[in-house]
């Protein structure tokens, strides 16, 4: 069955850093493009950062451009998001997100608070 499963979350202090894993069970990451959304209370689901299958490319949301760094495991089969001077309106629930022809796969999250 295949699934992907987020860790890493919890509560850091603004300008403190965490990292998030997205790990894999039934197939193999590194031949997908994986993406990282997060959604905030009250707020829509946002794109935060991908890596592509072809070439290890990134994008980042302009919000995190500079702070956060996408990069993929192949050893550990997970995908990770280093986020560095966190922010309090970083403060989000964090998804994985593979698509894989007509299947859309999301993990269950992984909540990230910044708060003095």
């Known amino acids: 069955q295949l699934q992907l499963v987020e860790s890493g979350g919890g509560s850091v202090q603004p300008g403190g850093s965490l990292r998030l894993s997205c790990a894999a069970s039934?197939?193999?990451?590194?031949?997908?493009?994986i993406g990282w959304f997060r959604q905030a209370p009250g707020k829509e689901r946002e794109a935060v950062s991908c890596?592509?299958?072809?070439?290890?490319?990134?994008n980042y949301a302009d919000s995190v451009r500079g702070r956060f760094t996408i990069s993929r495991d192949n050893a550990k089969n997970t995908v990770d998001l280093q986020m560095n001077s966190l922010k309090p309106e970083d403060t989000a629930v964090y998804y994985c997100?593979?698509?894989?022809?007509?299947?859309?796969?999301w993990g269950k999250g992984t909540l990230v608070t910044v708060s003095s």
């Open positions: 890596i592509s299958s072809s070439d290890d490319s990134t």
């Open positions: 997100n593979m698509v894989a022809g007509v299947m859309n796969y």
């Open positions: 039934g197939f193999t990451l590194e031949n997908y493009a």
